[in-house]
């Protein structure tokens, strides 16, 4: 399930951010604002629940959303998503994977997971900037649901066709929102036109 965030203030981000000049300050600027805006899009059909609103007047009913919801960044480059969604649902709780494609294979390598005890429960937001091959989004999706996660979503920047196909092949019922579909990978799995290694651009390991 494909959601294309198409969306004039995030492009304009997005071309800033395909310049090799823009410099990891700004970078991680605008990765936090494009991050913001695609949250109303991301989360609009989060399930809510009808609460009792006190105002100064009278008791009226409000709402509330029905279950806790968990960001889960993939580490590194999803943190430069994390704040951003933060700043929009700051109480939401931060679990965190951490994978690293191999750069022969270009298969994910797992080294971390930390997240709250009780997933079942739980709205899961997956966040990972670049969709490439999709292996780093389907294996991660593949734990968490191991863990007891039953509802995911995964938010990206950039996604390429191939993960894409890759994500509706192993988790079609997972919806996959993305503020950009570019053409193809190269050889060494870089989305083109893209933007880079994402991770190395946000934390100046270039
Ligand atoms: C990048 C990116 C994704 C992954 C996408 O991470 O942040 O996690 O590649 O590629 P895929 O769809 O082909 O799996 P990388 O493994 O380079 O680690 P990093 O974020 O630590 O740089
Ligand atoms: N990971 C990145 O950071 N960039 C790409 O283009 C592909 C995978």
Do not use: W
Not at 9 to 34: G, K, M, N
Not at 42 to 58: G, K, M, N, W, Y
């Amino acid at each position: 399930m494909l959601h294309h965030i198409d969306h004039p203030l995030i492009s304009a981000e997005l071309t800033c951010l395909r310049d090799p000049d823009c410099p990891s300050h700004e970078f991680r600027q605008r990765v936090r604002r494009i991050a913001s805006l695609m949250v109303p899009a991301v989360t609009a059909d989060l399930e809510r629940t009808v609460v009792p609103c006190q105002t100064p007047l009278e008791i009226t009913s409000g709402e509330s959303v029905a279950r806790p919801i968990i960001l889960v960044p993939i580490l590194r480059a999803g943190l430069g998503f994390l704040d951003g969604f933060l700043d929009l649902i700051p109480h939401a709780a931060v679990a965190h994977i951490g994978l690293a494609r191999n750069e022969k294979t270009l298969l994910p390598e797992s080294y971390y997971l930390r997240h709250p005890t009780e997933l079942a429960e739980a709205d899961l937001i997956l966040l990972d900037p670049m969709l490439a091959t999709g292996g780093s989004a389907v294996q991660a999706i593949t734990t968490l649901m191991e863990a007891g996660a039953k509802r995911i979503r995964f938010a990206s920047l950039l996604a390429a066709p191939e993960g894409i196909a890759a994500m509706d092949a192993a988790h079609p019922h997972v919806p996959v929102f993305t503020a950009a579909i570019d053409r193809c990978l190269n050889d060494k799995g870089y989305i083109l036109p893209g933007l880079g290694d994402a991770g190395d651009r946000l934390f100046g390991t270039i």
